[in-house]
């Protein structure tokens, strides 16, 4: 026999025990000759179910979050009777729920067993209460329903990262989540479309105002997705019904393998202990006070037209791609920010149209970076769980704390130049790139302090059966030793 078809008889072998997966031994998939193959089938099964579904769920997400401004256009103001100071509260009281609620979420999210239920759950109820908008009649109730679409909202971005990070490895977690993002980078180049197809055709339609109906039918589209994301969401890797039980160990091998030790709380590790060790981590509160400085900087986000959304969201995937690939995580977050400095700088320099066109250009694309962030705190918090769990909601929580400075830093009275917002996201941008420089070198010292723990902790037949396998190999016992490294943070 050939060895073409030798090969050709093991790639039958393998797709016939990977296609009886439910026959198999829980461990059986770990087996050397089908390990491979049956961990791409498992991470492409997770493709095709885990991120479609939440990409959908995050355009509407901020499809739903934004729906106010498009209502506007069509007599939200006049006929709720709000002045323009009412009408900026209702914008910004979301966020007065959506901040503070991130926490808990994650931090519920993490101790139960059903993240399957509890995000299709919350999905339904902003979706339900974002149509309920649409039946305000006064200020009072147009600010309680913003107030209560937010809490739900508050699950859904910290939540999916999570639950990224509780299927993808180090190496496949960037770029995934770069997917995911691209999801809102999509909605602010085609939400405003839909927004504009429903408020020009809806007018008068059953005596109903067209801004009514775009809660309305905005909303109803969100209940049907959160109903049929029931069924698509995995849970965790121990418990997802529709895994086999051999998939289920290797999904919980591999991470296990990717960190040095098993993605799983023990007893002792509660959610309160879990926000605690988060909060008495320094990188944290840097991670947080980062973010909101980033999301400042990058404030302009409700006032761009589509092309410049559907460059950054081809730019954010690949730059993600290529984070995974190198494991790299500072500049690939840090470079996109100094295009946006380099974009405002063109912006308070010249009137020329040209030139102002390229520096939206380099603008949208800054999003890369905080497409990465959620990301990177993952890398950096990594167990356990509930830790990671605690510091994702955190830093994503306050972060957007960002998002509310930037509704009153970008005022209609400072345009059309709008120079002094431009300054404030120059100097927002230049904070963040300092506080991620510190960010840096605390990892770089931690890898260096594993470096000495595991040399010191390496004696005795340890040391010595390292030493015979760089004499048989023909290499140096620093080499041997770098195939033997553990677990080390990415930056």
Not at 90 to 99: R, T
Not at 120 to 130: E, K
Not at 380 to 388: C, D, F, G, S
Not at 396 to 402: D, K, L, Q, S, W
Request: proline residues 4%.
């Amino acid at each position: 026999m050939s060895l073409r078809e030798k090969e050709e008889v093991s790639v039958q072998h393998v797709e016939r025990r990977l296609s009886s997966t439910e026959s198999l031994d829980d461990g059986e998939l770990l087996a050397s000759d089908v390990r491979a193959a049956a961990e791409r089938r498992l991470v492409r099964t997770l493709d095709w179910r885990l991120l479609p579904t939440i990409v959908l769920i995050f355009i509407m997400n901020y499809i739903d979050r934004t729906a106010v401004s498009a209502a506007r256009l069509k007599g939200l103001e006049q006929d709720l009777g709000l002045s323009d100071i009412q009408y900026s509260t209702v914008l910004a009281v979301l966020y007065a729920s959506y901040v503070p609620a991130q926490i808990p979420s994650n931090m519920i999210l993490n101790r139960i067993t059903r993240p399957s239920y509890y995000v299709p759950v919350c999905v339904m109820l902003w979706g339900l209460t974002s149509a309920l908008t649409g039946v305000t009649n006064s200020y009072g109730g147009i600010l309680a329903a913003r107030i209560f679409v937010g809490i739900p909202e508050a699950a859904f971005y910290p939540g999916a990262i999570y639950l990224l990070s509780r299927w993808y490895t180090r190496k496949e977690l960037a770029f995934r989540s770069a997917i995911l993002y691209g999801g809102l980078l999509i909605s602010n180049a085609f939400g405003s479309l839909m927004a504009a197809g429903i408020l020009s055709r809806m007018e008068g339609k059953m005596g109903i105002r067209a801004w009514r109906w775009l809660f309305y039918i905005e909303g109803a589209i969100t209940v049907t997705i959160g109903i049929f994301a029931i069924f698509a969401l995995p849970d965790y890797p121990h418990n997802t019904r529709w895994l086999s039980p051999a998939q289920r160990r290797l999904a919980q091998v591999r991470l296990a393998e990717d960190a040095g030790e098993a993605d799983e709380d023990v007893a002792t590790d509660s959610a309160m202990k879990g926000l605690i060790m988060a909060l008495k981590d320094p990188k944290v509160p840097i991670f947080a006070v980062m973010t909101c400085s980033q999301l400042l900087g990058l404030g302009f986000v409700n006032f761009f037209p589509t092309p410049p959304w559907i460059l950054a969201t081809i730019v954010c995937c690949a730059s993600a791609w290529h984070a995974d690939r190198t494991g790299e995580r500072f500049f690939h977050i840090t470079v996109p920010w100094w295009g946006v400095i380099i974009g405002y700088i063109i912006g308070v320099s010249t009137f020329s149209v040209g030139g102002r066109y390229v520096a939206m250009f380099l603008m949208a694309c800054g999003y890369c970076g905080f497409a990465l962030t959620a990301v990177w705190v993952s890398n950096a918090v990594p167990r356990p769980p509930a830790k990671r769990a605690a510091a994702i909601g955190i830093v994503n929580g306050f972060g957007n704390i960002g998002n509310l400075i930037a509704s009153y830093v970008w005022k209609a009275e400072w345009g059309p130049d709008y120079h002094p917002s431009m300054y404030i996201g120059i100097a927002a941008l230049g904070l963040a790139t300092l506080l991620a420089v510190v960010i840096r070198c605390m990892l770089v010292n931690q890898n260096k302090r594993l470096e000495l723990e595991e040399l010191a902790n390496l004696s005795g037949a340890k040391r010595e059966r390292i030493e015979d396998a760089a004499r048989l190999e023909g290499i140096t016992f620093e080499e041997a030793l770098k195939r033997k490294k553990g677990f080390r943070y990415l930056y």
